[in-house]
């Protein structure tokens, strides 16, 4: 694909504009061809200038590789893996509004990206693991984020998982013992012991937001799900690897795919 933004003519930018305001409100600020698709985005340039922070952390050249965007909205990322030279992008998302979006742009921008109306809760229909897996800004918006971990590593995370995961609370961090005594309560008050924040209403007015860990509660939770984090490059994101066992060693609940 070409990696350089083109200038379309007249014509063509009004048809694109055209097309950009009939698929609705986007959450990806991506420039076709000279015109953005979220311009009055509340996050600024989103997600440039989230990836700005953790792009140097991802091989620059993907050649070869296969990628699974779990939750891809708009494509941004699934894009951007693409321009990188990845031999196979796979986006999948549960809002089929978002997936008109990423399919037009990725047509816009010439890339190959084979888009799917899924579940992450239904991963295992894939029947393929992906050497890079990226899960971003989905897990605070699930009721069983550890489940999704869990199928993670089960079916598609062949070897590298880029994470990211809106955070609350402390980043302390504290350090943690292999077991506590019953009578131990102390620790549950300390605020770099890992949590999650349970929102039964609702947070930043997104009724889909459900659950926000702290910084301990994140990292904790991607350690137990069989995920070694290499790299931590921006406050949110994390690269991980898959590692080869489980920490504990002990099997995690086998999840049937969906039929
Ligand atoms: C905050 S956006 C993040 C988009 C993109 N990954 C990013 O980081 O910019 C969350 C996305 O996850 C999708 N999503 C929410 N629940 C999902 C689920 N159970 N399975 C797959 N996608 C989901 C939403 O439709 C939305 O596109």
Not at 36 to 50: I, Q, R, S
Not at 150 to 179: A, C, N, T, W
């Amino acid at each position: 694909m070409n990696n350089q933004p083109v200038l379309s003519n007249e014509h063509e930018t009004g048809q694109i504009r055209e097309e950009i305001s009939k698929l609705g409100k986007w959450f990806h600020n991506i420039d076709l061809k000279g015109v953005k698709t979220a311009p009055d985005h509340f996050l600024g340039d989103y997600p440039t200038v989230k990836f700005q922070g953790f792009s140097h952390a991802i091989a620059q050249d993907l050649l070869g590789k296969t990628v699974l965007d779990i939750g891809c909205n708009a494509g941004f990322y699934s894009i951007e893996m693409k321009r990188r030279g990845a031999a196979r992008v796979v986006g999948i998302d549960s809002d089929e509004r978002y997936l008109a979006q990423a399919r037009f742009a990725a047509r816009i921008l010439g890339a190959d990206i084979e888009f799917k109306n899924m579940s992450v809760f239904e991963i295992a229909q894939l029947n393929e693991k992906f050497d890079i897996v990226i899960f971003m800004g989905v897990l605070y918006h699930l009721r069983h984020p550890l489940l999704a971990l869990d199928l993670l590593y089960e079916h598609v995370v062949k070897d590298q998982l880029i994470f990211q995961s809106m955070q609350r609370g402390s980043s302390q961090i504290d350090p943690l013992e292999g077991d506590y005594d019953f009578a131990e309560t102390g620790i549950f008050d300390s605020p770099g012991f890992p949590q999650m924040y349970f929102i039964e209403k609702r947070y930043s007015h997104d009724p889909t937001n459900w659950w926000i860990p702290n910084q301990a509660g994140m990292e904790a939770m991607l350690r137990s799900a069989g995920f070694e984090i290499t790299d931590h490059p921006e406050k949110e994101v994390y690269i991980c690897r898959r590692a080869a066992q489980l920490p504990d060693n002990q099997p995690r609940a086998v999840y049937p795919a969906k039929k």
